[in-house]
């Protein structure tokens, strides 16, 4: 069992950064792919990013690749999603995700642990 919450979301300018956080607690966490999706209003669910249990590999949603980076510490239980450049089409809750096993997915079904999510704004 892995539970998530995220942290970090807020109102910004249009090429503004932000910073978000997801805080795991559960032992399975360190040996679990983890994956970053946002919701707009009205709008399904949408991948954005995700890594290997390790961290070394990592996928990007073409619409984010070249400004958001991700990251985690699996000592500290901590995953990170690092955006630049934020664009007011980045608008959206953002959530982490983890799953039972340790290879990534850019589906969201494959993902069994979800966070509450944390809210991003970009103003134009």
């Known amino acids: 069992q892995v539970q998530l919450v995220e942290s970090g979301g807020g109102l910004v300018q249009a090429g503004g950064s932000l910073r978000l956080s997801c805080a795991a607690s559960?032992?399975?966490?360190?040996?679990?792919?983890l994956g970053w999706f946002r919701q707009a209003p009205g709008k399904d669910h949408e991948f954005v990013a995700a890594?290997?249990?390790?961290?070394?590999?990592?996928i990007y949603a073409d619409s984010v690749k070249g400004r958001f980076t991700m990251s985690r510490d699996n000592g500290k239980n901590m995953g990170f999603l690092q955006m630049n450049s934020l664009e007011p089409e980045d608008t959206a809750v953002y959530f982490c995700?983890?799953?039972?096993?340790?290879?990534?997915?850019?589906?969201?079904?494959?993902?069994?642990?979800w966070g509450q999510g944390t809210q991003v704004t970009v103003s134009s």
């Open positions: 890594s290997t249990w390790t961290g070394t590999n990592t």
């Open positions: 559960g032992r399975s966490f360190s040996s679990s792919a």
């Open positions: 995700a983890a799953r039972r096993n340790g290879n990534y997915s850019y589906r969201r079904y494959d993902y069994a642990y």
